[in-house]
Each structure stands twice: as C-alpha cells, then as structure tokens.
C-alpha cells in the first residue's frame, strides 16, 4: 500500500514536470499555430547545465539552476527565431524547422556532455509519515508546477499582453491589423516555452538522470499531456500531465521501464479517440498544409512522357551490371529508401502531414516478412503481407490521430517510432535486441534471389513498380482530391471530399510502401535487429524528402539518391581513428538537422521544384510562374516585395 | 495637412503586382470611398494601409492614429466580444479604453459581451469589427466592405452609428464598398481603382455623371441590389 502510494507522488511528480514541457507546448501553440518539437530539448540542456554548473564549476544551488533556466529560455528564443524567422513560413514547415535543430542540439549535446545520464542531488531530505518516505525534491516539483500553472494561467486569460498573445495565433491578419507585432509575440511565446521546459528539466534531472536523447521522451510526453487540452488548454494540460505521469510512473514500477514511451502513446490515443469522437461540431484548430509544388504540367512532348521514363528503367536495371558488391549494397539501399521517401512525399506533399516514424513502417514490414517466412510461408506470401500488416498498423493509428486537424501524427508517429524498438528489443518471440537471423532467400517457386546483384534488381523493380503507382495515383480523381485536400481543407471538405478517409488513405498508403521497403530488406540482409530501424533512420528519410521536394516524385528521388551517398561520406569521416565512439551519430544529427531547417528557410519547396523552376525561367517557358501563391496557412501574408521562390 | 497621404505605391505578391503607383489622400475629417471591381487590389490597399504588407516602392504616411475594419470581418472568434474590443486599442495602449462608448452605439452588444466573437451573427460581428477599429480613438477610419453579407437596414445602422461619432469627433473615413451607390451617396470624394491603378478621381456628384463610371458602377444592377 504505502509503496503504491509512493509511486503515485513520484508519478504525480513526473506527470508535473511532463505538465510543465506540455505548457511550453502549449504556449507557442496558442500563439504561434506551430507544434514546437524541441520543446524537450530545453529540458535536457537546461538540466545538463545545471549538471556542469554544479559538478565542475562547483557554484552553489539556485545559481546553478538559475543558469540552466536561463539557457532553456535563450534556447527558446533562438529556436523561435529560426522557426519564425521567415515571414509567411507555414506552420508546418515550422514543425519540422524545430524538429531539425532540436536534433541538431542532439549533436551539441553529445560533444560538450557526452553519451553518459547526468544528475545531480536536488532537495535533501524525505518526509516521512509513518511507513512512508517521500522525497522533498517531488514536494518542490509538484509546488512549483502548480504555481507556474497559476502565474500562465493568469497570463494568457486575465492579461491585456496574454490575451494579445493569443490573439496572434486565432487571426494573424487582424492582430497585424490591430498593431500586434505578431512575429514578436510568437518569439516571446517561444522564449516562454524555453523557460517552462528549463525549468521541467532542471527540476527532473535530480530524480531522474538525463541522457541527451531524453528530449524526445520528455517531449513525447509533454505532448500527450497538451493533447488532453487540445493543445490550448493549460488546466486539461497539467491533469493531462499528472494522469501520464502516474501511468507511467505505475507501469514502470510493476512491469518495466522501458514501456514509458508506450504508455504515453497508448494514452495520447485514447485522449485524441475520445476528442474525435466529442468533436465533429466545432470549428477546430486548422492547420493547413504547405502547397505542394505544381502537379505535373499539362501537356508534355511525346518524348519527355514516354522516352524519357523508358530510357530511365533501362538505365536503372542496367546499372547493377556495372557495380561491384559494396557498390551494389548501396544501391539497392538507395532503391528500397526510395520507396519508402516517395510514400513519405505523398503524405507530406497531399495530406500535409509529417511522419517521423517511416522507418517503424519499414520495421514492420521488416518483422512481418522475416517472422512469416521463418515459420514456413512461401517468401512471395510473406514478401506480399508486410505491406498489408503495415499499412493496417498505419490506418488503424491514423483513425483516431487524423481527425485532429493540427498536425498530431508528427509526434503521434514518432511515440510509435520509439514504442516499437522498445516492444521488438524485449519480445523474445521476436529476436530481443539480437533481433531474427536466418531469414531465407526471397524466392518464388523453387527460383531463389542468390546473388546481390538479384536484389538489386529486385529493388530497382519495386521501385519502378511503386513510382509508376505513385504517379498514376496523382493523376487520377483520387489524385485531384489530394490536390484539393493540399491546398485547402475547408474547401475540399466542400467540394465533398472526405478529407479525413484520404487523410488515413495516403497515410496508411506511405506506410504500406515502407512495409514492403522493409520485407526486401529483411529478405536481402538476412537478419534484422531492432536497432536497424532507428528514430535516426525516420530522420534521414525525412530529411530526403524535404530536400528533394514535397508532392513530387522526382523530390524523393534526387533527395534519396543525395543523401544515401552524403551518408556514405558522413560515415566514413566519423569513424576517422581516434573519434569517440558516438561520432558518426553526432556528425548525422548535425548534419541532418541542419540540412532540415536550411532548406526550409532557403528553399519552401525543396531542390527538385527550386531547380526545375530556374531551369524553366533560364530556358524561357513562358507559362511559368506559380508565382504569388501565399503558402496556405501562413501566419501572415507573404511578404510582397519578395521574390517568390517558383 | 493630409491626414493619409499614398504616394505611388507598388505592391506585388511575388511577381504579381497588385498595385501599381497609387496615390490617394485623405484630409482630417473627410469622407472618401474608393470603389472597383472585384480583384482592383482595394483590400491590398487596405493591408498596406495597415502594415501588413510591405510596399515594394512608394510610401504610406498617416498624421495621427487610423483604426481599420478588414474585409470579411476578421475578428478574433476565440476570444470574447469585449476582449476582441479591447484589443484594438493595442496601438494606443490606453488604460481607459472607450469600451462604454462602443457599447453606445451598438447597444446590442453589451449583452453579448462574454460571449465567443466567433458564435455571433454576421451583422453582430461586423459591429464588433467596427467597434474594435474605433476603441483606439482613430482619427481616421477605414473600413473594407462595409455592406458585405449584411441586411440592409444593419448597413443603415452602422452608417448612422458612424455619422453620429463624427459629429462629435473629425472622423474621417476611407471606405470601400460595392454598393457603390451607397458610397456615392454617402461619401464626399471617391477614388476609382481598376488593375491596381487609380483611374479616376474626384467629387462624387461629378463622377457619377460621367458615363463610364455611371454605367460601370451605377447603371444597370450595379447599384440596383439594395
Ligand atoms: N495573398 C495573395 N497572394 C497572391 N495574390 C493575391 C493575394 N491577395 C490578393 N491577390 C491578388 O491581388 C489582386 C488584388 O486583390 P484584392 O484582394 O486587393 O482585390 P479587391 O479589390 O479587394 O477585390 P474584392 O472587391 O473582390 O475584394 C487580385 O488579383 C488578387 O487575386
Ligand atoms: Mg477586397
């Protein structure tokens, strides 16, 4: 009895500090219309800090912790001025710009601090009643959270600034109108976030060490305590935190720890279930995706819609007779992410939502054709039900999280991400950690793939087989219905496209390609682990895509063919003699996380439209200019004096 | 001197130029419509007005404080009726908004005061939107559709409810409106827009007599509609 109840102050506790992360949320939503995806990282490097503060520099407490406060706002100040810093930027495109700096952070954090867990001793002192022991550090946590509730609850409902802060997100344009300066409300909002995560972190580390990849725990969690207001409200956001943390906090103590992330999906679902079902009626937060690039022009040449294509499958089978093995590996690497980044296009492209969870799908896949044909079934049954297994696993996610019009799958997909490597790597049915080995050849018949070269060949099929889907898929009414979803919800919702069955669609369509990416790579490698389909490989793929361009299919492409060769160099500079053995991550995560936010700020779009569009206006096709169009959604209107980026 | 002065503003949404070289003025106290088809870039002017957007060339001066009425109302729907009042007096950050004289004019809304922006009627709204614009004491008033979806005895209303306030004050006024008949009668000076450039000035009796101008905006069912 008095160890449950030991579990649930600590719980409340945690769910306290998960309740400050998810104000922060909350506040840079309210005001900003953006999901802030390093809202976790303040907490790290708040918390870390401290750590040096404390540990090397010796400073006294409160100094220390004031320090590490302090940084997680100048964090958040910088992180709102790089996501902000564009006008008329979507919020979307803001999404992944803090998704991209919070791993780049990832970077920072594991040169200063290194790969270790960092603590450091918080209030002394427990208070005992009878039997029980509680400590004083969870006393101050709690006490802390439920005045920092107060003070910003006061503040965004009872304060002229609050309620103009607020106003920003519910009109830009009005707000503008009325002499809001609406880009600096954002980054104060920003710079709130920074310090309620600072101050979650700083508070945390003392019961629980930090590593530099807690953020994205703290900031999964924080999320599904925001979930529970909609992202809006700060009381549904601080019970939200409490019921998580508690979970949590049960789960870990009667069954094990590594279910955390688990159960803050499970609950982040069942909250938006239930919010799905309750709403229907009003009006709910809108967030519109960017436009995707202009849909395949009109009428072409003979000889760009046939010949060109034709002489492209020939060249790409023809390739693998000249490459020798290692050559061949990559290239087949190339094939299968191709597959999976073109899925990822069309989702982020028509649907406007983001995956940070691709490489679940593929794991999925992975598992699914592995298990099926290791228990006997013939490789083609197992080959052709891991995109069917994937696919449903997507659908029946996308159900409940799709309905939600602000983008939730971002983060609903990275829990997932994270939930499955945690499942596979403790199911021994599944391999554990060492994963399956021993999967056989992909064959049909008694005809079995022996050599690479046969793979490669394989892949390219696939890939060709998925593209010309792909293309098809554009093209046709379903297609169109996409184009409208892409550019206005409301008015597709009008025109009588069920926005959010084609949402679920090309969601569980994105998956269902991974799945099958993964099946050619389990049959190819031979083994799977659960580590090969790591939150970095999610990362890569949708760093291909943004690079490459969104709502195209020569985007995924180019951007896959970039980037598997840019990881080959990376790979090869990080495991340089006398690196530590976390180098290659850091040069990944700095490298990717950079490229993300770069090229949202430099090229909306991505490379192949930006490309394609100067090619076109150097070689004079006057019909050009998709110019003008204002990125929907945006927070204001585009800045007119600008050059577009068509 | 001019309370607003435009000189040749050129405005463009990438490569697109919404305006192009427009000047206007508008003297302290004066009534001025500017009328056009749909896709003039009457609203651009307005956004500029505001600072929304940024000129590409040309200048925007305003001698003293302009409240605005944007197109399609545009209120803050999450936000409560006096909240979304009280917010347009940002600019002059007073500690005594005029909240009460507001409620004057349109006393309907002091019942719905708590209430959501975003759950009144469009007529309510479009009050709420023009007591906003006066709760920062303009000197100048613009408002972007005024007659928008809205009855018109609520039209006549709110006009009353304006001519009233400039009794007492020097409010001048930019309105642009499709009921241009409405406009004409209303308002003493008009600038005409068309592809973003002012095609015609004047006096509204005297442009109203011009046959062009007669047979675009006024003859037929132009004006016909209320
Ligand atoms: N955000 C935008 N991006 C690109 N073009 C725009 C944008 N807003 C307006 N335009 C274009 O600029 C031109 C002027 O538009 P504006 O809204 O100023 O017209 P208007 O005179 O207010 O028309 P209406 O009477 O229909 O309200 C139009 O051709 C319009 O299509
Ligand atoms: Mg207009």
């Known amino acids: 009895m008095s160890l449950l109840i030991e579990y649930l102050v600590s719980g409340i506790a945690i769910g306290c500090t998960l309740a400050l992360v998810g104000s922060g949320l909350v506040a840079v939503f309210r005001v900003t219309r953006v999901i802030n995806f390093a809202a976790g990282t303040f907490s790290v490097v708040a918390a870390f800090l401290t750590a040096s503060a404390l540990q090397t520099w010796h400073l006294p407490h409160g100094l220390a912790e004031a320090m590490g406060v302090a940084v997680g706002l100048g964090l958040g100040l910088g992180v709102g001025a790089v996501a902000l810093g564009r006008r008329g930027l979507s919020p979307i495109s803001a999404l992944v710009i803090t998704f991209g700096l919070a791993i780049a952070c990832y970077a920072g954090e594991l040169l200063l601090w290194g790969d270790l867990p960092q603590s450091y001793p918080g209030v002394p002192g427990t208070l005992t009643v009878g039997k029980l022991f509680i400590q004083d550090q969870n006393l101050l946590i709690i006490g802390v959270t439920l005045a920092i509730f107060a003070g910003i609850w006061l503040f965004f409902n009872r304060t002229y600034l609050g309620k103009g802060m607020t106003a920003c997100a519910d009109n830009p344009m009005a707000a503008e109108m009325m002499g809001i300066d609406v880009r600096r409300m954002g980054l104060w909002a920003f710079g709130m976030g920074g310090l309620l995560g600072g101050i979650a972190g700083v508070l945390l580390a003392p019961i629980q060490p930090m590593t530099f990849s807690s953020d994205v725990n703290l900031a999964i969690g924080g999320f599904a305590a925001a979930v529970f207001g909609n992202l809006m409200s700060l009381d549904l956001a601080l019970l939200g935190g409490i019921v998580l943390g508690v979970a949590e906090s049960l789960v870990a103590g009667y069954f094990q720890a590594s279910y955390e992330s688990i159960v803050a999906l499970a609950v982040m679902i069942a909250v938006m279930t239930w919010r799905a079902i309750q709403r229907r009626d009003q009006s709910d937060v809108e967030d519109r995706p960017p436009a995707p690039a202009a849909a395949t022009g009109g009428a072409r040449a003979l000889w760009v819609r046939v010949a060109l294509p034709l002489f492209g499958i020939a060249a790409a089978l023809a390739i693998p007779l000249g490459l020798n093995q290692s050559n061949l590996t990559v290239y087949i690497t190339m094939c299968l992410y191709a597959v999976i980044t073109i899925g990822l296009s069309l989702l982020m492209g028509f649907a406007g939502q983001i995956s940070a969870g691709q490489a679940a799908f593929m794991a999925i896949g992975a598992y699914t054709a592995a298990l099926l044909s290791l228990h006997g079934w013939p490789p083609l049954l197992a080959f052709l039900a891991a995109p069917v297994v994937s696919g449903l696993f997507a659908a029946l996610i996308g159900i409940p999280v799709l309905r939600m019009r602000a983008n939730y799958l971002a983060f609903a997909t990275m829990a997932i991400q994270l939930m499955l490597v945690a499942l596979l790597s403790n199911i021994p049915a599944l391999g554990g950690s060492t994963g399956l080995v021993s999967i056989p050849n992909f064959g049909i018949g008694s005809w079995q793939i022996q050599s690479l070269r046969g793979y490669a060949w394989l892949s390219v099929a696939v890939a060709v087989i998925i593209l010309f889907l792909s293309r098809n898929l554009i093209a046709s009414r379903p297609g169109r219905a996409l184009r409208a979803l892409a550019t206005s919800e409301v008015a597709a919702e009008s025109v009588g496209v069920h926005v959010m069955r084609f949402k679920v669609v090309v969601f569980a369509i994105s998956a269902a390609y991974a799945g099958l990416a993964g099946a050619i790579y389990a049959f190819f490698m031979g083994a799977i682990t659960p580590d090969g389909f790591s939150l970095l490989l999610s990362l890569e793929f949708l760093v291909m895509v943004i690079v490459g361009g969104l709502g195209t299919l020569a985007g995924p492409l180019v951007g896959t063919a970039l980037l598997v060769i840019l990881n080959q160099v990376l790979n090869t500079l990080g495991t340089q003699p006398g690196m530590p053995a976390y180098m290659p991550e850091v040069l990944s995560y700095a490298v990717y996380g950079c490229t993300l936010v770069v090229v949202l700020i430099a090229f909306p779009h991505g490379l192949v439209p930006f490309f394609s569009g100067q090619f076109r206006r150097w070689f004079g096709r006057q019909q050009q200019a998709p110019t003008a169009k204002p990125v929907p959604g945006a927070p204001v209107d585009v800045e007119p004096q600008r050059q577009s980026w068509g | ?226």
């Open chain 2, 1 to 226: 001197m001019a309370l607003l002065e435009v000189r040749d503003l050129v405005v463009q949404y990438g490569q697109a130029v919404a305006l192009d070289g427009v000047r206007l003025e508008v003297q302290p106290g004066e009534l001025v419509t500017l009328v056009g088809p749909n896709g003039a870039g009457k609203t651009t002017l307005v956004k500029t007005l505001a600072g929304v957007l940024r000129p590409v060339r040309g200048t925007v001066q305003i001698h003293g404080r302009a409240g605005f009425v944007p197109e399609g109302r545009q209120l803050f729907s999450e936000l409560s009726v006096e909240d979304n009042l009280l917010l347009g007096a940002w600019r002059v950050r007073s500690h005594r908004p005029p909240l009460d004289l507001v409620y004057e004019i349109f006393p309907q809304l002091r019942s719905m005061a708590h209430r959501r922006a975003g759950t009144l009627s469009g007529g309510q709204q479009q009050m709420v939107a023009v007591g906003r614009a006066l709760m920062g004491d303009p000197q100048l008033l613009v408002v972007d559709e005024l007659s928008l979806g809205l009855a018109p005895v609520v039209v006549k209303e709110i006009v009353q409810q304006i001519t009233r306030i400039r009794e007492k004050t020097n409010l001048a006024l930019l309105l642009i409106e499709q009921n241009v008949r409405l406009a004409f009668a209303w308002c003493e000076r008009a600038y005409v827009i068309e592809g973003g450039r002012i095609v015609a000035e004047g006096a509204t009796k005297a442009l109203a007599e011009q046959p062009a101008i007669y047979e675009a905006f006024l003859g037929g069912r132009g004006g016909a509609a209320q």
